[in-house]
């Protein structure tokens, strides 16, 4: 019996460990695809609208920069099959502050860009019940 229950406590901790390993590697890509998703955004916006980058997301609606195109179509984006969304873009002595989010859901990453290239400030998780 005792050997029974020293192998099950073995087998739980090794289960355990295992799924701790898969939300970390989750974790890990989702990262990596919000880091692209930013380098993409910024990419984009530098090229196209870098007026945008001068001012507040929010305040993107009839910036002279943006021609005929809708503010809603630069918040967003494709990174192979997965979409994300920029939260917000505010700008800062430095640079800007953009936040994002994969459309799927998960966490939402922060990035700073300062003097042309993007750092990432931090990852937070994904709240209880958010979209």
């Given at each position: 019996?005792?050997?029974?229950?020293?192998?099950?406590?073995?087998?739980?901790?090794?289960?355990?460990?295992?799924?701790?390993?898969?939300?970390?590697?989750?974790?890990?890509?989702?990262?990596?695809?919000?880091?692209?998703?930013?380098?993409?955004?910024?990419?984009?916006?530098?090229l196209?609208?870098?007026?945008?980058?001068?001012l507040?997301?929010?305040?993107?609606?009839?910036?002279?920069?943006?021609?005929?195109?809708?503010?809603?179509?630069?918040?967003?984006?494709?990174?192979?099959?997965h979409?994300?969304?920029?939260?917000?873009?505010?700008?800062?002595?430095?640079?800007?502050?953009?936040?994002?989010?994969?459309?799927?859901?998960?966490?939402?990453?922060?990035?700073?860009?300062?003097?042309?290239?993007?750092?990432e400030?931090?990852?937070?998780?994904?709240?209880?019940?958010?979209?």
């Amino acid at each position: 019996m005792l050997l029974m229950v020293g192998s099950l406590s073995l087998q739980t901790a090794s289960l355990e460990a295992r799924r701790h390993l898969q939300l970390q590697l989750q974790l890990r890509q989702q990262q990596d695809l919000l880091s692209s998703a930013a380098q993409q955004l910024v990419g984009r916006l530098k090229l196209h609208h870098s007026c945008l980058l001068e001012l507040p997301s929010s305040q993107w609606d009839g910036a002279p920069c943006l021609a005929a195109e809708a503010p809603e179509d630069l918040q967003q984006g494709q990174i192979g099959s997965h979409s994300f969304r920029l939260l917000s873009l505010a700008p800062t002595p430095a640079g800007a502050e953009l936040r994002l989010a994969l459309s799927s859901g998960g966490p939402t990453a922060a990035f700073a860009l300062v003097n042309g290239a993007l750092r990432e400030l931090g990852l937070r998780s994904a709240q209880p019940g958010a979209a």
